[in-house]
């Protein structure tokens, strides 16, 4: 095809261009239409028979892209980026033409076009992932992209954050493209890591870069950058140590308050257990565990806390390797339980707490003489209270998976522990407000409860009454979760300990808890009691049997309107979504173009929880239950469809 005279709007022409900022927009907002609902674009019906029905556009397309204008090149490579199937089953004709576009403009002297070009060969590439032959020509290509964030690292007025995001998404679909300057890119990750002058989100993006590339090709990994593993794992080691100061820190009352999901120590974990299960026990852990010994023993508590923190985290990737050295790893773990920092210990009970997880039930078999008398220590010790609390999360974890034999011996310290830590709580949360180790605590017997069953049984009377005055008086919106936590605490230790004794007690906590939802009004569709209140009403169901249609009438509305709630979803762009970083109820999907669809996940946990209740009311009450048949039906039928949550669709 012949390359002929551009007709572009110059940069001069103020109307013309914001025309052209329209026509970007409004083909974006096409685009996405299509990402979504499946609509072709208008203008390019290549879904039929591969045939490109508008030549006109490739014509002009070709024109642009020979500009001497800048502002033109940069237009033909948007128009591509936005499109880069155009060609249909033409492609093979004009791939050398292709290849000289995008090579030429990833060189062009126009810095802004070199960004566009980026962006029209990551989207160019992955539109061809399956295609061996086109990846293999456009090597060179991705060579020009990495010496471009080569030079703009170290350029003022530069993006690179861009291009680390088109090389993410490029390395995920195509990681083989990236296998002859592997150690090229991985060293120019590490030297941005190590650079005080980058930005937190472009060191971010250098990290998951490299997470990346682990993940998506981590035999590649292993056998062309091996070397370049215990340098990355260093780096890491390192972002975790970075922690700042906070004199409040023993002082919040929400033991996940202070947790900044964006926070360079966060992310530093989040990569080092995705590297781990990526490369496995034999490429991380020997680094890990050779380093472990100088951070433990560092002065410094934040090196102590990264350590112990960094057992935590490969736990799950090393399992195998792992479970060789337990012994020597819990050992070394057990100590740092009365560290002189208090942090340290959380960092301690965090590490028990999650190989009890990780290395269930192992774990439970071989430390139960070990770990479960040393965390009731620090669950009983009120020097800290976020340490007292996140013992109490470490012994949850332990009951998950712990046989009821080898738990049996513990039950009675274990229940004279935690009736300890709930009389002195009650009265610190009767002077002060003060609740996050009484939510725990709550949390902690529930779980214990649990795992005891019937063993239980006599120690009922010494928690129950302390429960139940918990319910009545835990009545302010702030105390939501408190209250809830304590209603499934109640509902899970009757079932443990069985209808004959919970029978006396069962019909004073349901009035407990219809009273308190009658006063108040209709809970909330985000109100923390909510899904707690749905499930013990479930549970109690189980026990009582065709005793709780006496209840029916009660309990049907809440959770036919739970499970009725409509999930809230929304497309925003990259900036809003980063301002909604923070939000633990959002979750979102990128569409490209900066665009990101994002749904609300904390209604659809409530919806969950609701629908499975309402098969357990089906199945306890059987006949009973015939009154609410037709409008279960009505709500459950149109929900054979819904695709945002298994636990509803299954």
């Not at 593993?229 to 890491?236: K, P, Q």
């Not at 999360?393 to 513990?410: G, Q």
């Not at 199945?619 to 409008?631: N, T």
């Amino acid at each position: 095809m012949p390359i002929l005279a551009p007709t572009v709007p110059s940069s001069s022409n103020r109307s013309e261009q914001v025309i052209w900022s329209r026509l970007r927009l409004g083909h974006t907002r096409l685009m996405h239409r299509h990402l979504l609902f499946g609509e072709p674009p208008p203008y390019c019906e290549i879904y039929e028979d591969g045939n490109n029905s508008w030549p006109d556009f490739l014509k002009y397309l070709f024109d642009c892209a020979s500009s001497s204008d800048p502002s033109g090149r940069e237009i033909a490579l948007l128009l591509f980026a936005s499109v880069p199937g155009i060609f249909g089953n033409q492609q093979s004709r004009y791939v050398d033409v292709i290849h000289g576009m995008l090579s030429r403009s990833l060189t062009d002297e126009s810095k802004k076009v070199r960004y566009v070009a980026v962006k029209a060969t990551c989207n160019f590439l992955l539109a061809n992932e399956k295609e061996s032959q086109v990846l293999k020509q456009f090597v060179d290509c991705v060579n020009l992209i990495i010496q471009f964030f080569s030079q703009e690292m170290v350029s003022e007025d530069s993006e690179p954050e861009e291009i680390l995001g088109h090389l993410v998404e490029l390395i995920e679909s195509c990681p083989s493209l990236f296998r002859e300057n592997l150690n090229e890119l991985l060293q120019l990750c590490f030297k941005t890591l190590t650079d005080s002058r980058p930005t937190e989100s472009c060191k971010h993006l250098c990290l998951e870069v490299i997470v990346t590339l682990c993940e998506a090709g981590p035999s590649m990994i292993k056998k062309n950058a091996a070397r370049q593993i215990s340098v990355g794992l260093s780096i890491l080691l390192s972002m975790m140590t970075d922690i700042e100061e906070d004199d409040r820190w023993n002082y919040v009352d929400d033991d996940n308050s202070d947790i900044d999901s964006e926070s360079t120590p966060v992310v530093a974990e989040s990569a080092l257990d995705r590297m781990a299960c990526a490369l496995g026990g034999k490429s991380v852990l020997p680094y890990i565990l050779n380093t472990l010994p100088q951070m433990l023993q560092s002065v410094n508590w934040k090196e102590r806390y990264a350590g112990l923190m960094a057992i935590s985290t490969v736990g799950e990737g090393c399992y195998k390797q792992m479970s060789l050295v337990l012994t020597q790893i819990v050992d070394g773990v057990l100590p740092f339980l009365t560290d002189q920092h208090m942090r340290v210990r959380y960092a301690a009970c965090n590490a028990l707490g999650q190989m009890a997880a990780d290395f269930a039930t192992l774990f439970q078999k071989k430390f139960h003489e070990k770990v479960i008398p040393a965390l009731c220590i620090i669950l009983n010790n009120p020097a800290s209270r976020r340490v007292q609390a996140h013992a109490g999360a470490a012994l949850v974890n332990f009951f998950e998976d712990c046989p009821k034999n080898i738990l049996s011996p513990y039950i009675s310290s274990l229940a004279d522990t935690l009736e300890k830590v709930l009389q002195a709580t009650l009265g610190d949360f009767a002077e002060s407000g003060s609740k996050l180790v009484l939510e725990q605590a709550v949390v902690t017997l529930a779980s214990l409860a649990d795992c005891a069953q019937e063993k239980f049984r006599d120690y009922y009377e010494r928690f129950m009454p302390p429960l139940k005055h918990i319910i009545i008086h835990a009545n302010e919106p702030r105390l939501g979760l408190l209250r809830g936590k304590t209603i499934e605490c109640v509902s899970l230790i009757g079932l443990a300990v069985g209808k004959e004794k919970f029978l006396s007690d069962a019909s004073e906590v349901m009035d407990l808890l219809l009273k308190a939802h009658a006063a108040n009004g209709p809970m909330a569709d985000d109100d923390p009691q909510l899904s707690y209140l749905i499930a013990a009403w479930a549970r109690i169901c189980k026990i009582l049997g065709p005793g709780f249609k006496t209840y029916l009438p009660y309990v049907m509305e809440p959770v036919l309107r739970a499970a009725s709630i409509k999930p809230e979803v929304a497309v925003l762009d990259s900036v809003d979504v980063k301002l909604m970083g923070n939000d633990d109820d959002w979750e979102f999907v990128n569409l490209g173009e900066k665009h990101n669809f994002g749904i609300r996940t904390s209604g659809l946990e409530e919806k969950a929880t609701a629908c499975q209740m309402l098969v357990c009311y089906v199945r306890e009450l059987k006949e009973g239950f015939a009154d609410y048949i037709e409008d279960t039906a009505k709500l459950m039928v149109p929900m054979l469809k819904f695709y945002f949550h298994d636990d509803i669709l299954f």
